[in-house]
């Protein structure tokens, strides 16, 4: 209420945590082009929120890299049906978005964390202890959830950024895909003979899947959540994405 939106019921809309540029003009382009994809989608732009944030915590270095954390709120369309069916439509958008300001000169340090009506993710290039006080969201007393996971990495084989932290769309993860390239490839060839009853035609807008430069952590959990949003349980998805 404090910034004008309106919410409806739980379930009924999704919140995207979402890195911007510190440019205005570059940040206002990152945000219309989100916008766009959500009305495309037929759901609707709830509004905008600033993720208030305690930045005196990092360090000089880090403040030099620390993008504007805002949230946007999209409403449930009434093509969804179910709550399943508005979270893959929510995957649709953020892939979308995603590909469509990576196509751009400088995104900056755009990256959408989440983009759910289940799940929000804070992270960032913290350290541990700082997480909970950087956030000021995490110590709001209105901030109720069933589950709260916290998870820890420190990076081993990816230079440290913002974007780079845990994925936690999917999965939190620790250690090393020693057969990451492998994987990938096969994702890649796959992809001409991928078909989804669930999905349809929005399949072909996801594509490519995992993008140049993230982590191994990340790029498995881009395909678990093709998968899940596929139709597969997260245990039969998961059977598959390890081999015997």
């Given at each position: ?84 069916v508005f979270e893959r ?106 078909r989804s009853s669930v999905?349809?035609?929005?399949l072909d807008k996801l ?38």
């Amino acid at each position: 209420p404090e910034v004008g939106i309106e919410l409806p019921a739980p379930g009924l809309y999704g919140v995207g945590q979402v890195f911007l540029p510190q440019d205005p003009t570059v940040r206002a382009a990152c945000e219309a082009i989100v916008e766009k994809y959500v009305v495309a989608e037929g759901q609707s732009v709830l509004g905008w929120r600033d993720v208030p944030v305690r930045s005196e915590l990092l360090s000089e270095t880090v403040k030099t890299t620390e993008p504007v954390l805002r949230q946007i709120f999209v409403g449930s369309g009434k093509g969804c049906a179910t709550q399943d069916v508005f979270e893959r439509k929510l995957f649709v958008i953020r892939r979308q978005a995603e590909l469509a300001v990576e196509a751009m000169e400088d995104a900056g340090s755009f990256y959408i964390c989440t983009l759910s009506s289940r799940v929000i993710a804070y992270k960032g290039m913290l350290l541990a202890r700082d997480v909970g006080s950087y956030f000021k969201d995490l110590s709001d007393p209105r901030l109720v959830t069933c589950l709260a996971l916290v998870h820890q990495r420190f990076s081993t084989n990816t230079f440290p950024t913002w974007p780079l932290a845990q994925p936690f769309r999917m999965i939190c993860h620790n250690g090393e895909i020693n057969t990451l390239q492998g994987n990938v490839n096969w994702m890649k060839a796959r992809r001409a003979t991928m078909r989804s009853s669930v999905l349809g035609d929005d399949l072909d807008k996801l594509w490519p899947l995992i993008v140049e430069g993230q982590s191994d952590s990340a790029s498995l959990d881009n395909a678990l959540e093709l998968l899940m949003q596929g139709g597969y349980s997260l245990a039969h998805a998961m059977i598959m994405l390890i081999p015997e």
